[in-house]
């Protein structure tokens, strides 16, 4: 006899809904969402989640964009966001908290950075934990693809680059309430304790083989930019 109605069929609902909200189905995660934004946010009003999508790229989180629209205090209210939420598995280990702490911290700093809203590290509403932010205008510059990536502004997006990275630079982490990073009550060497850091995940992931990422290159690569950040204050 099939019912469906049962325990057995409720079991096997909640354990259907928890592969789709595993793999990203989008009608599934909108719906999780809505919930979601609605307990976060007392005094809103037919909260919509909707046109979520998988951006794909990089593995350390999984990256999805979507609007919102709710209604609160008699005013129609739409955003467009992103949220971030942890891969299920992977060898970069992300620090999500970390990444959420550092633009909370970077706000009204001169520094482009999207509004961060909600931390979560309960995984009951989207079985891992996330963050949600703005989704800021614009498109990322594709150097491997046809034609100019930058559509004619590449000098304008370089100086923008270094100009950014210089405020960065120049910010000293302890003033916005960063000391507590992982080096964030040292003065010097953040690239080398990073690197060793780094390495040693790396080590974890690949059982110690390093026949193709000797030590020396890595150092090659990381030293001359490392440089130059510890001439600024920040340890990122």
């Known amino acids: ?76 209210i739409e955003r467009s966001l992103i949220l971030r939420r942890d891969a299920a598995a992977g060898l970069v280990v992300a620090e999500r908290d970390l ?16 509004a961060v809203y909600f931390l979560e590290l309960d995984s009951q509403w989207l079985e891992r934990p996330f963050f949600i932010m703005d989704l800021c205008p614009g498109k990322p510059g594709n150097p491997y693809g046809a034609g100019d990536p930058y559509d004619g502004h590449g000098e304008e997006v370089g100086r923008h680059f270094w100009t950014i990275m210089g405020r960065l630079a120049a910010i000293d982490h302890r003033a916005v309430g ?36 000797p030590r020396s290159v890595t150092l090659a690569a990381a030293q001359p930019a490392a440089r130059a950040s510890e001439a600024g204050h920040c340890p990122w």
């Not at 307990?39 to 951006?55: H, K, S, T």
């Not at 990444?99 to 999207?114: F, M, N, R």
């Not at 009550?185 to 390495?199: M, P, Q, T, V, Y």
């Open 1 to 76: 006899m099939d019912d469906r109605t049962g325990p057995a069929g409720r079991r096997s609902r909640r354990f259907s809904q928890r592969q789709l909200l595993q793999q990203g189905n989008p009608g599934v995660m909108e719906h999780r969402l809505a919930h979601y934004l609605t307990a976060q946010m007392p005094g809103v009003d037919d909260v919509e989640v909707y046109d979520l999508a998988r951006i794909y790229g990089g593995s350390s989180q999984e990256t999805f964009r979507f609007r919102a629209r709710w209604t609160q205090d008699g005013q129609n």
């Open 99 to 114: 990444e959420y702490t550092v633009y909370k911290a970077l706000a009204g700093q001169g520094i482009p950075i999207p």
């Open 178 to 213: 960063l000391d507590r990073l992982r080096n964030g009550n040292e003065s010097k060497g953040f690239w080398s304790l990073e690197l060793d850091r780094w390495e040693a995940i790396l080590d974890e992931g690949e059982g110690g083989d390093r026949t193709h990422r």
